[in-house]
């Protein structure tokens, strides 16, 4: 009998070994994922938080993207190269120039910038600042109210315009759109001009009359739409269009009649306000800018009070922002779109009382008005409906009107590009996409860009 050592192989005990040492590798790929995997239990640390951007970093994000700033700063960059072109183009001498630009290229850009730089210089010397008058002060060839007549000037064009743009801003809040605020400085430039000639009172109460009177005439031209607009459902634009016609010829009829005319003459031209009922001048005799200005101010506080600080002014944006949703909420709508329209007839017609009791003029004509009220409905988009913006675009506006005479006067430049320049901006500004398409700005991320229009328009 043949003896078989263990060691030998056996079938019988080979697989036995081969499985045991399969479970045996399982095991430890178990144990050492096990081993591997980590401890639930013990909280994990938090990694480090982002650090917060600093202001800088913010302002640089920022400056390149479809804000209210930066829209409305390339406007009015957008504006001025637009400007620049029109006057290249109007002008013979200069486009002559480019006939031969291939053979002498450097005529036509030397002529260009000359015209054009000469034109904006002399807008600014003539709205803020002229480097000349303030070096003549110095010298003593010229005092200082040189140096200011800039800035007198523009203050006395932007005053009527911040309570006109104040006026259609108002209105535009509460959900109408006030295209009536022309007729409604008419009518309280005729009330303000007949207190100023008509009542024999002291100083400072004739002063005061005066101007009352002014914003009682705009709030009776501005309450009739508004009852209208309430109570009959007529659309505002239409009535306030009419009105307008009817303000401006009622102005030319009641100039020439008896007791309004001026006795010397026979042109149509009223009496001259008294002294008495004038604005007074706040820089002396030399200087045009009045005391119009800083009522300008405070009506400006006002409505940026009314509108953001008392529960009329929530009632009106209330309505302004859903009408039907305000009614719900127990707001009388009839009594707000009264109360707008009458507010905003004030405004306007305190505007027009500045231009007969200010400096522009003291007497009643055709033209006295000029176009105040159209134009405040262009400082009310540029300043976004909101009263301080508001402000700012009149500035802006008297700023273009003041340093316009000096760049007809002096550089030949037509009075007619600086309305030009208004509307080119006024357009930039009212289309956000085509300034963020044309400077491929990225989107706000603080504030979204909108225009706030009435919603019936």
Do not use: C
């Amino acid at each position: 009998m043949t003896n078989t050592s263990p060691q030998s192989g056996s079938p019988d005990k080979e697989p036995a070994s081969e499985a045991q040492a399969a479970q045996n590798a399982l095991g430890n790929t178990e144990r050492a994922e096990v081993a591997t995997e980590p401890d639930r239990s013990v909280p994990k640390p938090d990694p480090d938080p982002e650090p917060k951007p600093s202001l800088g970093r913010l302002f640089l994000d920022n400056l390149w993207a479809a804000n209210t700033f930066t829209v409305t700063l390339l406007s009015l960059v957008l504006a001025i190269v637009v400007g620049a072109v029109l006057m290249i183009i109007s002008d013979p001498q200069v486009l002559s120039t480019y006939s031969y630009i291939t053979s002498r290229p450097s005529d036509a850009i030397n002529s260009s910038w000359t015209l054009v730089s000469e034109a904006y210089a002399n807008l600014f010397k003539g709205s803020v600042f002229d480097p000349e008058a303030f070096t003549g002060w110095l010298d003593g060839a010229n005092g200082w109210q040189a140096v200011l007549a800039p800035i007198s000037e523009t203050l006395t064009y932007a005053a009527p315009l911040v309570f006109t743009g104040l006026s259609v801003a108002l209105a535009f809040r509460g959900g109408l759109f006030n295209i009536g605020a022309q007729g409604q400085a008419t009518i309280g430039v005729i009330m303000a001009a007949l207190a100023g000639f008509l009542l024999p009172l002291p100083p400072g109460l004739h002063l005061l009359v005066a101007v009352l009177a002014g914003a009682l005439g705009g709030a009776i031209w501005g309450f009739i739409p508004g009852i209208l607009k309430a109570r009959a459902g007529a659309h505002e634009v239409i009535n306030t269009i009419m009105l307008n016609y009817v303000a401006t010829y009622f102005l030319t009829w009641l100039i020439v009649q008896n007791g309004v005319q001026d006795p010397t003459r026979t042109d149509a031209i009223s009496r001259s306000v008294d002294s008495s009922a004038q604005l007074p001048r706040l820089l002396g005799d030399n200087l045009r800018v009045h005391a119009g200005i800083l009522l300008a101010v405070v009506a400006t506080w006002a409505v940026a009070w009314l509108l953001n600080r008392s529960t009329l002014g929530f009632e009106l944006r209330a309505v302004g922002a859903n009408p039907d949703a305000a009614r719900t909420a127990g707001i009388s709508v009839t009594r707000t779109y009264i109360l707008i329209m009458v507010f905003a007839g004030i405004l306007a017609g305190l505007g027009g009382s500045n231009m007969v009791l200010g400096s522009t003029a003291s007497a009643l004509t055709p033209l006295v008005v000029a176009q105040i009220g159209f134009d405040g409905i262009l400082v009310a988009l540029l300043g976004r409906v909101k009263p301080w913006g508001v402000l700012l675009a009149a500035l802006l506006f008297g700023a273009l009107q003041a340093g316009g005479n000096r760049m007809q006067s002096y550089s030949g430049i037509s009075l007619e590009l600086v309305t030009v320049l208004q509307a080119l901006i006024v357009i930039f500004i009212a289309a956000p996409a085509l300034v963020k398409a044309i400077f491929q700005l990225r989107a706000a991320r603080a504030a979204r860009l909108q225009t706030s229009l009435a919603k019936g328009w």
